[in-house]
Each structure stands twice: as C-alpha cells, then as structure tokens.
C-alpha cells in the first residue's frame, strides 16, 4: 500500500504530552506528527488530526537532523527501512507518548483552508496501519464525518473543548453522485448514525473512494476544474517537493483493513 505521509508540524502540545516528553530536548527542534494519507488531494479539506487515545505512541529521530516525528512504533520500524531514519534499519525512539495525552495539540495542517487545526480522539484508529495519525477529512471521508458528528455531540463527555470542534468541512471535490460533500451524502444515504457502523461506514468509503477517484472534478486549489485522477499525482508530487509530505509504503498483507 503506498501512503503519503502528510508532516503536521506539532505548534502547541497539550500539558499531558509535555510530561510524556519531559526528557527529551526539543530545542531547535521541528517535531512532526505524521498522517499516512490514500488522498493527498483531499489534504484541502483537513479540519482536524486524529489519534487513537489508548494507543502508544512515540516521537523518533527521523532522516532529517533537527526534524522528530510521532507516529506509532510499528510505523517507525517500516519508516527505517524506506529511508526516513537517522539510521538504515535503526529506530531510536526518544520518548513514548499515550494517544490521549496528545488530544488538544496544535498541528499545522499543509496545504488546508485551515492553517492549524487541533488534535482529536478517534476510537476506530488501528494500530496495524499507516502511522496511528489520521488526518480528518470530513467532507470526503465518511470515517471522519461521523467521528466529527459524534464528537459535536458528545463533546463534554469526552472532555473536549468546542473551539476545537469548530471547522466545517470544506467542499472541495464535487461528483454527480453525491456533490460536493460526499462523505455527508454517503452517511445520510446509508443511515450511518455513529462511528459504531462500522459496515456501513466500510461500504460507504468504498463507495466515496471509486466516486470520487474516476468521477470526481477539484473545486478547489491549483487544480480547481481538473478531474481527481489527474490532479492527485499532481498533488502529491507538489507536497512532496515542498517538503511538506513523502512516500511512505506499507509491506503487503502487514495492512489490516477495517473492511476485512
Ligand atoms: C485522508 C482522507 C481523506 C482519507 C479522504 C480517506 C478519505 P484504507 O482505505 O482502509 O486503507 N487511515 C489511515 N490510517 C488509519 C488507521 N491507522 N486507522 C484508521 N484509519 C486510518 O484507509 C486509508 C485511509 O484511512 C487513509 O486515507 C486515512 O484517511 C485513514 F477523503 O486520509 B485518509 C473514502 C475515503 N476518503
């Protein structure tokens, strides 16, 4: 599976986070999280970041000197060896972080309508993909719009602050199908009523996936007017050359995909 790892340059981490990395000297240092993404061109639309809370975390020395990266350690290992450590092969982990402690952090967010958006908890985030970092795109993945929707609701019991909920998703693929907000019209079309349905929520990222890839045209950004297939290696391409995001790979048969 080929992800491109999307750097959210981490502005303010919560206090919780701070203890968890209290050892560590950040002086000098760019300390990123890193959302492994199947839609870079989707990266407009970001209103949020996702971690899971119960899951561990840790901040690693990566290829680039005075940059540190938090992502799970079973990521880190793969990232060894594609390049993106210090050493070939070598993880040095500098500190653990538990999922949770990093709720509330400051991340900034390439290429979105939203410059910096907050850290958030996603129950449904595996372990056993991409980096543990989710990117939130609600107006194109249903996952995230039904994450957004509960968490709106739920918000105090979840102990979040409302700012950080503010941000409503953002048009910016539009298909003849479901218009300009898929993931909304898949949700509604599928009475996905919580991040629970988790069958309907797999049907409707199928769905929203091929829509979107063959029929779906940028109403926003660069490539405003273009058709998706088009304009996503462009993207890609342009993220990556700005430094902002990279290749990340994932071994076949290591992915366990929430659809089975
Ligand atoms: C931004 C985005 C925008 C995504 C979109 C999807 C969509 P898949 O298809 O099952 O292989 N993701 C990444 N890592 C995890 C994880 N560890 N746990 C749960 N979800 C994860 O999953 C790849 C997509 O699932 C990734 O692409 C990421 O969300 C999320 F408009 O990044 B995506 C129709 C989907 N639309």
């Not at 968890?20 to 950040?26: I, T, Y």
């Not at 999280?33 to 990566?62: D, K």
């Not at 988790?198 to 890839?213: G, M, N, P, R, S």
Request: charged share 25%.
């Amino acid at each position: 599976q080929e992800y491109t790892g999307i750097k959210m340059e981490v502005c303010e981490f919560p206090e919780a986070a701070k203890t968890d990395l209290a050892s560590v000297d950040l002086n000098g240092k760019k300390v990123f999280m890193v959302a492994a993404t199947l839609r870079p061109e989707t990266m407009y639309g970001q209103t949020n970041c996702y971690v899971g809370p119960s899951l561990t975390y840790g901040l690693y020395a990566s290829n680039i000197p005075d940059e540190y990266f938090i992502c799970t350690p079973r990521a880190a290992k793969n990232m060894a060896f594609q390049k993106l450590s210090a050493e070939r092969g070598v993880v040095t982990e500098l500190a653990q972080l538990k999922g949770e402690h990093l709720v509330g952090a400051l991340v900034k967010a390439p290429y979105s309508v939203y410059d910096k958006v907050r850290v958030l908890p996603m129950e449904t985030v595996l372990a056993t993909k991409g980096t543990g970092v989710v990117t939130s795109v609600p107006s194109d993945s249903p996952d995230d719009y039904a994450t957004l929707a509960d968490l709106r609701k739920k918000c105090e019991y979840y102990h979040l602050n409302p700012e950080w909920l503010k941000n409503d998703p953002v048009a910016i693929i539009e298909t003849k199908a479901y218009g300009k907000m898929c993931a909304e019209t898949l949700c509604q079309k599928l009475k996905i009523q919580s991040p629970k349905d988790v069958k309907q929520l797999a049907q409707a990222k199928e769905l929203a996936y091929k829509e979107c890839f063959y029929q779906g045209v940028m109403i926003i950004g660069e490539f405003s007017g273009d058709k998706v297939e088009v304009a996503k290696p462009k993207i890609r391409a342009d993220l990556i050359a700005k430094g902002l995001a990279f290749a990340y790979n994932e071994p076949e048969g290591q992915v366990i995909s929430r659809s089975g």
